[in-house]
């Protein structure tokens, strides 16, 4: 079956640091793979798309990479700031599409000052 | 733009009750999907709803429910309530289409429902 992999444990990094968060997928081919923000008690964020023929994509301080053949997507964060400690969600779309979304587990994120 | 939004906010049920849950999708948007976020088993897609039609399912069993309204207003429904129902049900909008496709989810702030 389609699974998703994140890294489980808790990221902490320091201010002004780049934050990579790994997305790993099996049993997929993915047509496009997305990321999302949720702080506590709230919805997920949506902030950035990347489709199977992209390579890489960027949004200000924010980097998205996308390898198929690797089945893996790289989430970075340049310039790292406390504001942006979250737990960051990435999905997949599903085998019959129609908004299915396929979620990881999610990486929290703790940027310290 | 107002965005989506879901109540009640919070919820508390017991053990064999049934719950209704509802959401206002963005103003414009026809698709509107249901999650279910427990710690445990993360983010689940339940159903989702394009011009009052379910189009899709995930994995879970009949008592959970949905339907659509014609202003693309939505409610899903959890009969016989378990414990194990405990969870923050989110909502998501996006325009949506016709098409097999997968849009940009705009979520709401969910419901979180316990049961005891």
């Known amino acids: 079956s389609q699974k998703i992999e994140q890294n489980s444990e808790a990221l902490n990094i320091q201010e002004g640091k780049t934050a990579t968060l790994t997305c790993n997928y099996t049993?997929?081919?993915?047509?496009?793979l997305q990321w999302y923000r949720q702080d506590p008690g709230r919805g997920p964020v949506f902030l950035l798309l990347?489709?199977?023929?992209?390579k890489e994509k960027r949004k200000e301080r924010l980097k998205v990479t996308f390898d198929t053949t690797l089945k893996q997507s790289l989430f970075h964060i340049t310039a790292s700031q406390p504001a942006d400690s979250a737990t960051y969600l990435c999905?997949?779309?599903?085998?019959?599409?129609?908004?299915?979304?396929?979620f990881g587990a999610g990486t929290r994120l703790a940027v310290h000052p | 733009k107002a965005g989506v939004t879901q109540t009640p906010r919070y919820l508390i049920k017991t053990r064999g009750q049934q719950v209704t849950l509802s959401c206002s999708p963005i103003?414009?948007?026809?698709?509107v999907s249901w999650y279910q976020q427990t710690p445990g088993q993360g983010l689940q897609f339940l159903f989702e709803?394009?011009?009052?039609?379910?189009?899709n399912k995930g994995n879970f069993p009949g008592r959970f429910s949905g339907r659509q309204f014609s202003n693309s207003r939505s409610e899903m429904n959890v009969s016989t309530l378990e414990l194990g129902d405990s969870a923050l049900y989110l909502c998501?909008?996006?325009?949506?289409?016709?098409?097999?496709?997968?849009?940009?989810?705009?979520f709401g702030p969910g419901t979180r429902l316990t049961v005891l």
């Open positions: 049993n997929y081919s993915p047509a496009y």
């Open positions: 103003s414009g948007h026809r698709s």
């Open positions: 999905a997949l779309d599903s085998v019959g599409g129609y908004n299915k979304l396929i």
């Open positions: 709803y394009f011009s009052e039609t379910q189009r």
């Open positions: 990347i489709r199977e023929n992209e």
């Open positions: 998501a909008s996006c325009p949506g289409g016709p098409a097999t496709s997968t849009d940009t989810q705009y």
